[in-house]
């Protein structure tokens, strides 16, 4: 038996992005992001969500710019701690101990020791509420190369990405192979 | 070193959600999306990314209304077929085995046998390419009474979402708990 909960925001799984932006002096700043996705194939586009009183809005209005760096699970220290500090107080790469580049084709740095990066430009912004809804063009992504398979695409075994759940303010590890995708399904075609 | 794999749609992780929706003849369809997320809180909204040349896509300009139910581990296969079949050609609900039931809130219907449901109605619809972004305002979320916490949460541990992972067109389960979230950073505030 199904039990209303009321309107919230649960939903699983999420994601846990490290957004990377420069501010109006260009000092790079991250925050964590865990709503938002690729939203396009064509263009190759991803959303990110942020309420308006975030140091990242104001970075990401004014350069049109964002990275998605993806934190490993060696990370998840780094990861948590750009979603509890700002910007505006501290130079949370610094803390943190990363280390900001520039990307060379959008105005956002990256953080180098995370093994995955999307490099996009604002395409959208649309006021939800709350929250503000920015889609970016994705204009490449980078990945380290013991990240990638003998294909030359991403390995989620060797990236190790994990996922934020809500109802416990928790990480999640990425678990063991369930099925393939687009094949399980088949035997119920026949 | 990081190594340029160009512009993609490659991001961790994507999650499946199983849409629900009524075409014009009141049929209810399941489709499986992987792009899509919690967008704001206030409201509290969803978004879920489609092509034009889905028969979702019409239900949902028609209808203006969706369901996001959630597959469980052991509900996959009918996850996947759900991405595979289209609802012009058959009755992904019957094929599967699933029963549609009538959103009390929306007009839209969702899976019985699925053990989390979020209840939505369009807010906007956001044309960006290939894929058009539709945002709904959540009404209302229904979870499985032995899905809830003592507190009325959802349990993750209960529900057993899962994963997509494209490149290597795999769903993953989620893993072991990794560290707690808004905490384990606060080590690098000292």
Wanted: charge should be neutral; include cysteine; hydrophobic fraction near 40%.
């Amino acid at each position: 038996m199904k039990k209303s909960i009321g309107a919230r925001t649960f939903l699983y799984p999420m994601p846990v992005f490290i957004v990377g932006t420069y501010d109006d002096n260009k000092k790079p700043n991250i925050c964590a992001v865990a709503w938002g996705g690729i939203c396009c194939s064509k263009p190759p586009s991803v959303t990110i969500c942020l309420r308006q009183a975030t140091y990242t809005y104001g970075n990401l209005k004014a350069r049109q710019a964002f990275t998605i760096s993806i934190p490993p699970e060696s990370r998840v220290k780094e990861a948590d701690y750009a979603g509890l500090a700002s910007g505006r107080d501290v130079d949370k790469f610094a803390v943190a101990g990363l280390t900001p580049v520039a990307s060379e084709v959008v105005d956002a740095p990256f953080v180098k020791e995370f093994p995955m990066v999307l490099e996009c430009k604002v395409t959208h912004i649309v006021e939800i509420g709350l929250h503000t809804l920015f889609v970016g063009e994705i204009q490449d992504i980078k990945v380290e190369e013991d990240c990638l398979t003998d294909k030359g695409i991403p390995d989620i075994t060797k990236i190790k990405p994990f996922s934020f759940a809500m109802d416990s303010m928790s990480y999640y590890s990425i678990g063991p192979f369930l099925a393939p995708a687009f094949a399980i399904g088949k035997d119920l075609m026949k």
